[in-house]
């Protein structure tokens, strides 16, 4: 199957620091990426739509102020976690859809807020 | 109307066994339905996808069956083996264009 790469894998940082998780496809291009939480043993939850060189859409509920995305590229899509606290402490996923339709994962990102 | 509803919540079964996981659905618009592979601390690993033009789909041990008129599709992995145990999603889109939609996940077990 298709690649997508996610970086890094795991960040602890201090409370009220950004973070930068980056997301790539590797053997794709990719129009339109994803961004997905997920907590322990629960389903994955969807924070936005990333279309490249547009604005993302944001599901209902998720601060877009918070939680800063940006697909530069046909290939890097980027989710920055600003101001962070713990509660922001999470699995962080990153999808990538290669055309026409077939969805790609990447491994995640375990984000720790100290 | 958007929700994929899964079930069982967890699963055991022994190796060799049969696993089966269940998916239903209640809007007709949807037109994609993949599976899902996540092992702890991983991504979801894209497993098996079926469109509703077919009733089956199969693929090495993993086997897509699909009932349009029920709204139901399900997962059977045969001769179940202990490297299997993960937690399996279903999901559904209703055209390219939009999102997935999850179910709530299986987790399987597979004794020895």
């Known amino acids: 199957g298709a690649v997508v790469s996610q970086h890094p894998s795991w960040v602890i940082c201090k409370s009220g620091t950004s973070v930068k998780i980056e997301c790539r496809s590797l053997d794709f291009q990719a129009t339109t990426m994803f961004w997905y939480r997920q907590f322990p043993k629960q389903s994955l939850m969807l924070m936005a739509t990333s279309n490249e060189g547009s604005k993302a859409t944001y599901e209902q509920g998720v601060e877009k102020d918070k939680f800063l995305i940006n697909h530069a590229s046909l290939t890097l899509s980027t989710l920055t976690v600003t101001s962070a606290h713990p509660e922001d402490s999470s699995f962080y996923i990153c999808?990538?859809?290669?055309?026409?339709?077939?969805?790609?994962f990447g491994p995640g990102t375990r984000l720790t807020v100290l | 109307q958007q929700q994929v509803k899964q079930s069982p919540q967890s699963l055991i079964v022994q190796k060799g066994g049969i696993s089966i996981i269940n998916c239903a659905y209640e809007?007709?618009?949807?037109?994609?339905f993949p599976w899902y592979q996540q092992f702890p601390g991983k991504g979801p690993a894209l497993l098996i996808a079926i469109r509703p033009d077919v009733s089956e789909k199969k693929e090495g041990r993993f086997t897509i069956s699909f009932n349009k008129s029920a709204k139901q599709f399900s997962l059977h992995i045969m001769d179940s083996q202990p490297g299997d145990s993960a937690t399996y999603f279903c999901a559904a889109r209703a055209g390219t264009a939009s999102k997935l939609t999850f179910g709530t996940g299986t987790r399987l077990q597979v004794t020895l």
């Open positions: 809007n007709t618009a949807f037109d994609y």
């Open positions: 999808s990538a859809r290669r055309p026409p339709d077939t969805q790609y």
